[in-house]
């Protein structure tokens, strides 16, 4: 299904459906949205349960004719001491043939795509013109900690009307991307992200290609009369995060693509969507993964499709050898947990259509070989010699709840016979929108000190090593998978479980499956106070964050 939605729910009030809102006399009202694919049944005794904040929506009362219609984004190329004004306005979107009031950074979906040369520094002026405080966050680059764009971390909220000057410094050729970092569920969801692709001074950085592409993935939540709203007071659907029922590539219900027979194509995919994790698939196509968050694998690889969760970046190269149509599709497995059941989900993302003309040139020699990358190779051997040894530090993932309806504490505890490694959507719509950030309490804890998200106190010496290990609770009251997220610095995936990793490449977002550990190896050479958190976005406003600081006393 291309742009699918799923609803359920008794409308209530009157709908109105330009501003996307239902409403009861002129209140907001709450009812449930259903994103997942598996048929929602409503648990006894909960019926009457509503999430117990106040429902909002941005921009509910502007009349959209008066707003800037939203269009695709420009790729914008700075050099050294350039200024990009990037302002955050309120704009009209058409999606579904639906009329809805949004967010974008200068009047585009997603924002401009900045494009730079690696060891570049740009100034960008933010621009603050819409209803929320707002930041930007610069995800992935190991900039001056000042520019990181952390409220009560690195700086205060830039207020409506306000400015603030960011200093960028690009020392790594990648993909990356930007957005804010107050109140994400809501900002994110609404269009707020772009892109930031650093090119390497090397020509011969990546294989040749016929062309490259940048996609952004991401759902919307809506409902039968507009957007799903958010919680005034504190974030909703705290639980599980915030899934979409419709999908979205660079802001587009119907991505499509038209290339020549045999074009190689170089993909740079981001995961924008607040919690949704993709397996995204070319059907028909080989795919090759050769670089990751921060530039390249030590060896390229065939992969069957490319596992990304929210914030992740990966570099795939595709050669479309015959004439013809490709879904681009997420392909994954669900469980529904009242029937006991597996269920196999495929939704349809977009398109590439390959014409009968060959590709000229031809690429297909070069994307046949499998490269090991000796320079990465030879930067990461400057590590080995510590992938063995104990960790510096220990993360428990978990869960803290109160004041959650009976019924639904209940039904949790008995639930317990199977939770899937990776959630790939809402099975549990009811309870995931009853939960908010007041009573669902996410929680990282130091192992060695019992010390819990920002009471964690956590003090690297510039240029240390530390090695990190993350254990994700499998007893929790509710287990779900966590992308971490670690600002500032890079780090290597040493190994799962116990397994070791064969192929490296520099991140900075991790997934960490239910009941699974991972270690990673972190290069501390940043100095400054840099988050950690999680980059479900409702998870990390349900406190799963802290800060540590590198070269700081």
Request: glycine share 8%.
């Amino acid at each position: 299904m291309t742009g699918s939605v799923r609803l359920t729910g008794a409308q209530e009030g009157t709908a109105d459906s330009v501003t996307g809102v239902t409403r009861q006399g002129n209140a907001l009202q709450w009812q449930i949205p259903s994103p997942s694919g598996v048929p929602m049944m409503m648990l006894p005794g909960m019926a009457n349960y509503q999430p117990g904040i106040t429902p909002f929506l941005p921009g509910r009362d502007l009349d959209p004719d008066t707003l800037t219609a939203a269009r695709p984004r420009d790729i914008v190329p700075l050099a050294e001491g350039d200024t990009l004004d990037l302002e955050a306005m309120f704009v009209r979107r058409i999606i579904g043939g639906r009329t809805f009031v949004m967010y974008g950074f200068n009047g585009q979906y997603p924002g401009p795509l900045i494009r730079v040369r690696a060891q570049t520094t740009v100034v960008i002026r933010f621009i603050n013109h819409i209803d929320l405080p707002a930041t930007v966050h610069w995800h992935g680059v190991r900039l001056d900690n000042r520019f990181d764009g952390v409220p009560g971390v690195t700086q205060e909220p830039v207020q409506p009307g306000e400015t603030f000057l960011y200093r960028v410094h690009f020392p790594d050729a990648g993909i990356y991307w930007y957005h804010p970092h107050h109140r994400e569920d809501v900002q994110q969801e609404l269009g707020l992200y772009g892109n930031m692709l650093v090119d390497s001074p090397d020509s011969a950085f990546y294989n040749p290609v016929n062309r490259e592409e940048t996609l952004m993935l991401d759902d919307l939540l809506l409902r039968n009369d507009g957007i799903a709203p958010f919680g005034k007071e504190a974030a909703n659907h705290a639980l599980m995060g915030r899934f979409g029922n419709v999908f979205l590539v660079n802001g587009e219900t119907d991505y499509r693509l038209q290339v020549q027979r045999g074009e190689v194509v170089r993909f740079y995919v981001t995961n924008v969507s607040n919690t949704r994790i993709y397996n995204l698939v070319f059907d028909g196509a080989p795919i090759k993964v050769v670089g990751g968050d921060i530039g390249k694998f030590e060896h390229e690889r065939w992969v069957p499709g490319v596992v990304i969760a929210p914030a992740e970046r990966y570099v795939v190269e595709v050669r479309f050898d015959r004439s013809g149509t490709f879904a681009l599709t997420n392909r994954v497995q669900t469980i529904d947990h009242f029937r006991g059941e597996f269920r196999a989900m495929i939704d349809t993302l977009g398109q590439v259509i390959a014409n009968d003309e060959p590709a000229t040139p031809d690429y297909s020699p070069a994307f046949e070989e499998l490269r090991t990358n000796a320079e990465v190779v030879a930067d990461i051997e400057h590590y080995r010699d510590q992938f063995t040894r104990p960790p510096d530090h220990e993360l428990l993932l978990t869960i803290r709840v109160s004041d959650l309806p009976s019924g639904m504490i209940q039904f949790m505890s008995i639930d317990t016979a199977y939770y899937p490694p990776v959630e790939w959507t809402d099975v549990m719509p009811m309870m995931n929108w009853v939960s908010n950030a007041t009573n669902t309490h996410w929680l990282l804890r130091d192992v060695a000190t019992g010390a819990e998200n920002m009471d964690i106190d956590w003090r690297i010496p510039q240029g240390d090593v530390f090695k990190l290990r993350l254990r994700n609770d499998a007893n929790a009251f509710h287990p779900m998978s966590h992308p971490i997220h670690l600002h500032g610095q890079r780090f290597l995936v040493l190994e799962r479980d116990g397994v070791p990793n064969d192929n490296f490449v520099w991140k900075e977002t991790v997934l960490i499956p239910v009941g699974t550990t991972v270690d990673l190896l972190v290069d501390a050479s940043n100095p400054g106070a840099w988050m950690l958190h999680c980059h479900i976005a409702e998870h990390l406003e349900a406190g799963m964050g802290m800060v540590f600081r590198v070269g700081q006393d």
